[in-house]
């Protein structure tokens, strides 16, 4: 389930926390809020106090609001925040995560959860059939010119293909026998178990070589009992393919990235904070450099939700497809889209998820992490088949 979550904290606190000494020193005297300020917690006051709020989520500063004078104190957090949008020349230069000014323009839009900018009745990316058709039951498809990577889970030893594998205690990923149905393909499958009470469930990841447009399909299956699902499949833009900087993409819930460092956008099911029947629906979760702040001032990932589909049907194998093209660093170019069992259901386009050239989607993490925000079930079951990567439209099985 995505997390851009509705909260109560002030939209104050998404402010540009840089500089906020100095206007203080010229506003605490007219407002008389020393006592204020001296009790306010460091949650408020320190870079490091912030980042600790944006990674647990908290709702907002609560004990504070209980000190004396604490009422004053968040009137001057007001009256800074105004100063900081405006800001004046002697407030410096702007902060990495705040919101774009007249400097910094803002490109293309930010989320959108009511679908009205997807254009897939535009039909402008194909749809049915697509390269997998040339391969029946996907046989040869792994040695196809365009295929990055393919997994079908046939082998024993399938993690060892992957670069990185999470799967706590070896409790939740394993190999099972659970054919496809008359499409084709081994009878091998990848299940993953999340169980409340011991873990947050697991997957796999892999980086790759990336290219302009990247296409992911793979087929997926929820057990009929399985209830909402936090995080699940996501494609991560990392500096680099090793080292340190092969992991710039990874962590960073609630912080908005910077243009050069990372992007990722995830296809994953959206409960709508528990009113839909789960696991819910299909929606992007996408975090960029220009993307919008949520309710509580954070930012967590922008969700892009078409208008209207169906509830994800369980207990049946579903084809998802999902493909992200670069845009021209510094502009408003760039697109995402995604497809079920060969229908594109939702695509987007003008989106600027980058600013250097250097920086490439280049890892796919295939994964069902699930928590107790939600999910009521102790245990909750996804199976995973027939992963292909590959530098133009897949689409479902070929018979």
């Known amino acids: 389930m995505s997390h ?66 604490a009422g004053a104190f968040f009137c001057c957090l007001a009256a800074i925040g105004l100063l900081i949008v405006c800001r004046p020349a002697w407030l410096g230069a702007q902060d990495a995560t705040a919101p774009p000014t007249a400097a910094t323009p803002r490109l293309g839009a930010g989320a959108d959860v009511d679908g009205q900018r997807n254009v897939a009745a535009e039909a402008r990316l194909p749809s049915g059939l697509g390269l997998a058709a040339k391969y029946p039951g996907d046989r040869g498809l792994a040695e196809d010119s365009a295929v990055i990577l393919f997994e079908d889970f046939s082998a024993e030893d399938y993690q060892s293909r992957w670069g990185e594998v999470r799967d706590p205690e070896g409790a939740v990923l394993r190999r099972v026998d659970l054919p496809l149905e008359g499409l084709g393909g081994d009878n091998a499958a990848l299940q993953v178990t999340a169980t409340l009470s011991q873990n947050t469930g697991g997957g796999l990841t892999q980086w790759f070589q990336p290219t302009d447009a990247v296409y992911i399909r793979f087929y997926v ?86 208008a209207d589909q169906p509830l994800i049907e369980t207990d049946r194998w579903i084809c998802v497809e999902m493909m992200l093209k670069h845009n021209t660093p510094g502009q408003a170019d760039g697109e995402q889209a995604f497809w079920i069992d060969g229908q594109l259901v939702g695509h987007w386009i003008e989106i600027p998820w980058r600013t250097s050239g250097d920086l490439w989607a280049n890892a796919f993490t295939l994964e069902s992490y699930v928590t107790d925000r939600w999910t009521q079930h102790e245990q909750n079951i996804v199976w995973f088949d027939q992963v292909v990567i590959a530098k133009q439209y897949i689409g479902p099985i070929g018979q």
Not at 24 to 50: D, E, H, K, R
Not at 263 to 269: D, G, M, N, Q, R
């Open 4 to 69: 851009s979550d509705p909260a109560t904290q002030s939209p104050v606190l998404a402010t540009n926390h840089a500089g906020l000494i100095a206007p203080a020193v010229f506003i605490a005297p007219a407002v008389s809020i020393a006592p204020a300020v001296l009790s306010a917690p460091a949650v408020l006051t320190t870079p490091a106090g912030w980042a600790d709020l944006a990674r647990c989520g908290a709702a907002g500063p609560t004990n504070a609001a209980r000190r004396p004078g």
């Open 221 to 306: 299956r929820f057990d009929k009992n399985c209830d909402y699902v936090h995080h699940f499949c996501t494609l991560r833009a990392n500096k680099a393919l090793r080292g340190r900087d092969a992991w710039s993409g990874f962590g960073g819930a609630g912080i908005r990235p910077q243009g050069d460092e990372r992007f990722s956008t995830a296809i994953e099911p959206f409960g709508d904070w528990g009113r839909l029947r789960p696991p819910g629906k299909w929606n992007f979760y996408s975090y960029w450099y220009q993307m919008e702040p949520s309710p509580d001032g954070k930012f967590w990932g922008n969700a892009f939700r078409p």
